[in-house]
């Protein structure tokens, strides 16, 4: 029975209720007169408070999914662009992954870290290794990490993961700071998340990979990870453990894109309902060629469109949770979806265990490499590239620094009161980078967009504020936020 308040996988993420939303789907993807209803409940509305979006079911979001009346695919784009700019503007954070470890007991057939591949060397970072891979992130200009392992108890055990998050935190390299760890690790217990939250992280991300049981169960054929229960009700043990940010997230390619899509909205519906707070983010990473793997063999891989398709949908069915893409994606791609809802970005990625420090920008080791990063630019082209956009790119990790998170940041969020604080951070953030880190090139392209930009700051006292922060910032202050 399907149950989202139910604390069991298979109720809350139930197969028939799936079935029967891409029935529904199927059924009504050219019934105008519901598709236009549909369109309107998302709309954003203004209100006392501000702006706020109603968001959709999944079997609402569903029949947007499936839309074949192309003016409406067009009004569907039109208003994922709208929720995108009523809630996070022109903005888009930014992060970096870092690889601590590829040892691995799973035996996941999309990923080269899969217990079985010999070709692979393994490696596993030291103290030191963490401490000169965090120097490197510093040093180009990132302030937010999302670090990433394989599951392996005895090699990758949570008190090494903890080490590893104190090392990150405790470095203060010329001006640099990382002042927000995201972790994505397996799925564990309440104690051990309770410990990830004492360790001060921002957001916990676990990949559902897919959300259909039996591809699951194939995909994922040996080691703890084959346990679909335990890993689809991680989540719940994490928020049990006091982590209230979550990231959820799909490998696009590995199961049919419209299940996969009513699963994930479902899980979110779910979270809301037993907690009270939705997902922190979602992302959507696509399978990608690997070492051992051939992205080929699995027939249900999506192409561009319906991937652009996948953002706006998600924009508009869940409007408050983060997006991210990766450096998964190339440079056509990315700069297509960024305006349908993609609210974070990873720049100058390695994806490999030690592939920042000692490495130019050219040069990329790829024989721990978990998978091929099409987007090989430099933090600093990156930046360049958005700013050329009209974006701005944000180092800002304000909110879980002033205890913004889970539902305190959703119902700020909500209101869209949570620009009072982005706008003027991003700017103070970027002044930060254009100061310590950009090549000549984008420092110029960076103050001109800051002395236009200041002024959509509409509160006064924020501006005045903001305004002299920036002063400070130039004359060597650092770690201002709103
Ligand atoms: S996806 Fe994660 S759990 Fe699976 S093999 Fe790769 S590193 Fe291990
Ligand atoms: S103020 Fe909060 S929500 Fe806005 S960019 Fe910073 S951390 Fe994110």
């Keep these: 029975m399907y149950d989202p308040k139910s604390l069991v996988a298979d109720e809350f993420i139930n197969h028939e209720e799936i079935l029967a939303t891409l029935e529904y789907a199927e059924k009504n993807k050219s019934n105008r007169e519901l598709i236009e209803q549909i369109l309107e409940k998302a709309a954003p509305k203004k209100t006392g408070k501000g702006v706020e979006c109603a968001g959709l079911t999944h079997r609402e979001a569903s029949v947007l999914l499936a839309c074949d009346i192309p003016e409406l695919n067009e009004k569907m784009y039109d208003l994922a662009r709208d929720i995108k700019q009523a809630f996070y503007g022109n903005r888009i954070v930014m992060f970096a992954p870092l690889y601590l470890s590829n040892y691995c007991v799973n035996q996941c057939v999309y990923c080269p870290y899969h217990y079985q591949n010999k070709e ?26 999302a670090i990433e392992s394989g599951e392996d108890p005895v090699n990758n055990p949570i008190e090494y993961i903890l080490e590893c998050i104190k090392t990150i935190y405790s470095i203060k390299h010329k001006n640099g700071a990382i002042r927000r760890v995201n972790v994505n690790i397996a799925a564990t217990t309440v104690e051990n998340y309770r410990k990830l939250k004492e360790a ?43 982590i ?56 249900n891989s999506i192409d561009d469109e319906i991937f652009s398709k996948l953002i706006a949908c998600i924009r508009i069915a869940v409007p408050y949770t983060g997006m991210i893409i990766s450096t998964r994606e190339n440079e056509t791609c990315r700069n297509k979806v960024l305006g349908l809802g993609i609210s974070q970005i990873s720049g100058g990625s390695r994806t490999s265990v030690g592939g920042y420090a000692g490495y ?50 959703m119902s700020l969020c909500k209101v869209g009161q949570i620009q009072n604080c982005c706008h003027p951070n991003a700017l103070m953030t970027l002044q930060e980078y254009l100061e ?30 903001a305004l002299k922060n920036l002063e400070n910032i130039k004359n060597g202050q650092r770690d201002f936020r709103f």
């Design 120 to 145: 692979i060397p393994r490696k596993k970072l030291t103290q030191d290794e963490v401490r000169a891979e965090v120097i490197a992130l510093q040093d180009m200009g990132h302030k937010r990490l």
């Design 200 to 242: 001060g992280i921002g957001t916990y991300i676990l990949f559902q990979e897919t959300y259909h049981k039996e591809s699951y169960e194939k995909l994922h054929p040996a080691g703890p990870k084959h346990n679909y229960a335990y890993h689809t009700e991680a989540m719940d043990r994490a928020m049990e453990g006091g």
């Design 244 to 299: 209230d940010d979550v990231g959820l997230g799909v490998l696009f390619g590995l199961d049919m894109y419209k299940y996969e899509f009513a699963g994930l909205l479902m899980h979110a519906e779910h979270l809301e309902a037993v907690h009270g707070v939705g997902p922190h983010t979602i992302s959507v990473p696509r399978v990608k060629r690997a070492s051992d793997i051939d992205p080929n063999v699995f027939d």
């Design 436 to 465: 310590d880190y950009a090549s000549p090139e984008t420092k110029a392209v960076g103050e001109a967009l800051i002395a236009k930009e200041i002024h959509n700051v509409t509160n006064p006292k924020v501006l005045e504020v």
């Design 360 to 409: 130019s920008t050219e040069e990329r080791p790829h024989d721990t490499e978990q998978f091929d990063v099409s987007d090989q630019r430099s933090l600093d082209e990156v930046v360049k590239w958005l700013m050329d956009l009209g974006y701005i790119p944000s180092f800002c990790t304000a909110c879980y620094r002033e205890g913004r998170t889970g539902d305190r940041f």
